[in-house]
Nanobody, 115 residues
Framework: QVQLVESGGGLVQPGGSLRLSCAAS????????MSWYRQAPGKERELVAG???????NYATSVKDRFSISRDNAKNTVYLQMNSLKPEDTAVYYC?????????WGQGTQVTVSS
């Protein structure tokens, strides 16, 4: 069955870095656009970054120049490198796979930025 398993979240001080991973299985990873979303308490889920099956990337304005999305098709894994973290980056981060009319979500990983 389809699985998206996020990891790498945790507690980090402002200005610190984290690298999130999302390991995929159960579908043809190379076909899918992969994205990272986040949802803070009391807020709607929002797109953070996306990467196409060809490697083109896009970012939310709030994270551009601080976050970097990448994918390793050999490992069926997508990454989110997060640098210069701010308290407002605190949220549950979700991985999403999209192809045509199909989409799958991971269970999320908590990122907390606090001193």
């Amino acid at each position: 069955q389809v699985q998206l398993v996020e990891s790498g979240g945790g507690l980090v001080q402002p200005g610190g870095s984290l690298r999130l991973s999302c390991a995929a299985s159960g579908f043809t990873f190379v076909w899918y656009r992969m994205s990272w979303y986040r949802q803070a308490p009391g807020k709607e889920r929002e797109l953070v970054a996306g990467i196409s099956n060809g490697g083109s990337t896009n970012y939310a304005t709030s994270v551009k120049d601080r976050f970097s999305i990448s994918r390793d098709n050999a490992k069926n894994t997508v990454y989110l490198q997060m640098n210069s973290l701010k308290p407002e980056d605190t949220a549950v981060y979700y991985c999403k796979a999209t192809y045509g009319g199909e989409s799958y979500w991971g269970q999320g990983t908590q990122v907390t930025v606090s001193s």
